[in-house]
């Protein structure tokens, strides 16, 4: 197979990263060139515009906007709800660009995966109300699935909205909010009809974060990292027209949102270049003198093992996009980019840790000895969430192994 663009899609790609280069805000240029911190990708725009200083909230709305100019701010939306329509390969190039280039993605899970299930199964008024705001950031998305004994399982949440009158009174927990500080609305799964089996009495409902009675505490990792939250609701009000798609089929709408969760296609360019830092810097003197290791036989395989896989995680994703470009819906496909991808992540790490032995427990990034700013060690730590984040490991073996390879239910 030709994995080379064609005469349009070449097009294309430079169109876009002719403006990368000419719009890209200063702030993020800056980033990308280690200006905050070496080897810096993809910037976080939803924590800049909400929780950013005054310079990060500038640059995330001014490159917000600059991509709405074009509808690249959503480029899968149709056009008639701002978004530029491209097909599925115009967005994997898209998308590409951003990570190459080191621009952030804007819209956060708002644009890339409730967007998309809203116009599936929202109502027109839904639609007219919450797709405009998502884009321009006026309204920022956080995720309300997982609970203390529903994760894994997700099924099984118990977090209660009983309907009375017009609206919905939700009472429960949920857990693992990743984006829960840094968003302005919630998109939450919620049980409306306990006695039913528990695929079937489950609700898709918007909520906004400061409605009364809704409260968001900090979930701290081991690595002193503020990336998710736990949330509790105690009598709190919904209106039934904030429910998407109809009472108790909300599981279903949920799982077309868990496609789009999944589908990943720009990891296999961010640990690509992850790596070629890692390998630029072994070969300047300072990296020499960090990494003891690294003219050993073993510590050149590992990175060289790595960066075989960066182009394997490759392969998953043009096979992912090919599927979507031709109108079908990856499933497993997506699960086995998953699985892959989240490990790959976890083992780049783990070999920048090798690479640069003892010097790896230097853990402040402004340490004047810590390698590449303790990236690999700060890291190491953080991507342990890797293998559980978005569907554990072991449901995604689950799903490739009933519907991939069509092996029967333990």
Avoid: C
Wanted: glycine share 10%.
């Amino acid at each position: 197979m030709d994995w080379a663009d064609t005469e349009e899609q070449a097009a294309f790609r430079r169109e876009v990263s002719d403006f990368i280069e000419e719009r890209l805000p200063e702030l993020y240029r800056l980033r990308r060139s280690g200006g905050k911190g070496p080897g810096v990708h993809n910037s976080d725009w939803q924590f800049d515009l909400m929780l950013g200083e005054r310079d990060a909230q500038e640059a995330a709305r001014e490159w917000a906007e600059a991509l709405a100019e074009h509808g690249w701010s959503a480029p899968h939306w149709p056009p008639e709800y701002g978004g530029a329509g491209l097909t599925a390969m115009e967005q994997f190039i898209f998308k590409q660009q951003l990570a190459r280039q080191g621009a952030p993605v804007v819209g956060g899970p708002g644009a890339a995966m409730l967007g998309p299930t809203l116009i599936h199964h929202g109502t027109e008024e839904q639609r007219r109300e919450f797709l405009p705001k998502t884009l321009s950031g006026e309204i920022t998305w956080a995720q309300g699935y997982s609970e203390p004994g529903a994760g894994s399982d997700l099924a099984s949440l118990q977090t209660r909205a009983v309907r009375d009158g017009d609206d919905y009174v939700i009472n429960g927990q949920k857990i693992w909010t990743s984006m829960g500080h840094k968003a302005s609305w919630f998109f939450m799964l919620v049980r409306t009809d306990p006695d039913a089996p528990k695929h079937r009495g489950i609700s898709f409902l918007l909520l906004r974060k400061d409605t009364p009675g809704v409260e968001v505490r900090p979930l701290i990792s081991g690595g002193w990292e503020h990336a998710t939250n736990e949330s509790f609701y105690e009598n709190v009000r919904v209106p039934v027209t904030q429910r998407i798609g109809e009472e108790n089929r909300g599981w279903y709408v949920a799982m077309t949102l868990l496609d789009y969760e999944r589908s990943n296609i720009t990891g296999a360019v961010d640990h690509r270049k992850d790596l070629d830092e890692l390998i630029a810097y072994l070969n300047t003197d300072e990296g020499r003198r960090r990494s003891r290791t690294s003219e050993l036989d073993s510590t050149r395989e590992h990175v060289t093992n790595r960066y075989i896989e960066t182009e394997v995680l490759a392969q998953f994703a043009m096979r992912i996009i090919s599927m979507q470009h031709s109108g079908q819906i990856p499933n497993y496909e997506a699960s086995m980019s998953k699985v892959f991808g989240g490990t790959l992540y976890q083992q780049v790490q783990q070999t920048g840790m090798k690479v640069f032995g003892l010097y790896s427990q230097l853990w402040e990034p402004a340490e004047e000895h810590a390698p590449l700013a303790a990236r690999y060690t700060q890291r190491s730590v953080h991507t342990i969430s890797a293998s559980i984040a978005g569907g554990t490991h072991e449901i995604q073996r689950n799903i490739i192994a009933s519907r991939g390879l069509g092996l029967p239910r333990g």
